[in-house]
């Protein structure tokens, strides 16, 4: 199932509207980065905003509305807020669960980790002391 939520603000600066959105798929983004990122910066590189300026100093004043969640992210998301400290939270756990089944299932063809917990933890603890390192 495709991880993503839709997001959008709305800013007024120097007499000028705003609105900037985006449906970000956190499949993606998971991928492409260890913790979940500044989403005020995600949405202001899509739409050419440099993060640098004063026109993104009051974008960050701007609330993040966000809608049609899909995935993993539904569970994070309450009256169109998302948790996004809970989100970050679970981010790195979901990440190396995604890296060592990947590994479980190439190097040894096991598809579903959650049927050897031992393993499952083991892969988990090496995981965690190669962050460490």
Request: hydrophobic content about 40%; overall charge negative; some cysteine.
């Amino acid at each position: 199932m495709k991880n993503s939520v839709d997001v959008q603000t709305e800013f007024s600066f120097k007499g000028e509207d705003y609105l900037c959105s985006a449906t970000l798929d956190l499949d993606e983004l998971l991928q492409q980065h260890d913790d979940l990122p500044v989403i005020h910066e995600l949405l202001a590189h899509k739409h050419g905003i440099d993060t640098y300026s004063y026109l993104y100093e009051v974008m960050l004043e701007a609330e993040l509305e966000f809608s049609n969640p899909q995935g993993l992210v539904a569970q994070y998301m309450q009256d169109g807020k998302l948790d996004l400290s809970a989100l970050d939270w679970d981010w790195g756990k979901h990440k190396a669960q995604l890296q060592i089944q990947a590994i479980a299932t190439e190097e040894m063809g096991i598809h579903n980790l959650d049927e050897h917990p031992g393993l499952q933890r083991a892969l988990l603890d090496a995981y965690n002391l190669g962050k460490k390192a």
